[in-house]
């Protein structure tokens, strides 16, 4: 099985021109985890994930603390947004380069590549890099286990 068998081929995209205001709200009326960013023959350049934008809001202080367990409660944290600045700042300040596979990948190794990275979804591109389509975890895991009934005893 290819990953263009189970991939979904209604793929929201943003531009590498866009800003990040513009990608949060990508992210809202898709109710997305991944947003690919393309260049202008719509060929993948990079990723931005719901998570790069929700770092906005954490302050740095987090990432040096080992645990969080112990705080019940952000207060005025709580409240915090990022400034217009930052909002209207080009996705490619917070754009990453991402895992991808070609729509004639395997399953397993598509699944391999999300396991090796920890990605919950993967972009699949053309022979020629335009982005065709997104597969997920879920997508990948089920498409395999439905060809287990065909299984049998020897």
């Known amino acids: 099985m290819k990953i263009s068998d189970c991939m979904k081929r209604k793929v929201f995209s943003i531009s590498m021109h866009a800003t990040i205001r513009q990608a949060a709200e990508k992210f809202v009326e ?77 399953l397993l190794r598509a699944y391999a590549l999300m396991f090796k990275h920890n990605l919950h979804d993967l972009p699949v591109v053309s022979e020629d890099g335009t982005l065709v389509g997104i597969a997920s975890r879920v997508d990948i895991g089920t498409t395999i286990l439905s060809s287990w009934k065909n299984v049998s005893l020897p």
């Open 30 to 106: 898709h109710k997305i985890g991944l947003l690919p960013v393309v260049d202008e023959h719509s060929k993948l350049v990079g990723v931005i994930g719901l998570s790069d934008l929700l770092s906005l809001e954490l302050p740095d202080l987090f990432q040096l603390l080992p645990d969080l367990d112990f705080v019940h409660d952000f207060g005025a944290i709580e409240t915090t947004r990022p400034t217009p600045e930052e909002l209207d700042s080009p996705i490619t300040r917070l754009m990453h380069t991402v895992a991808f596979v070609k729509e004639t990948s395997g």
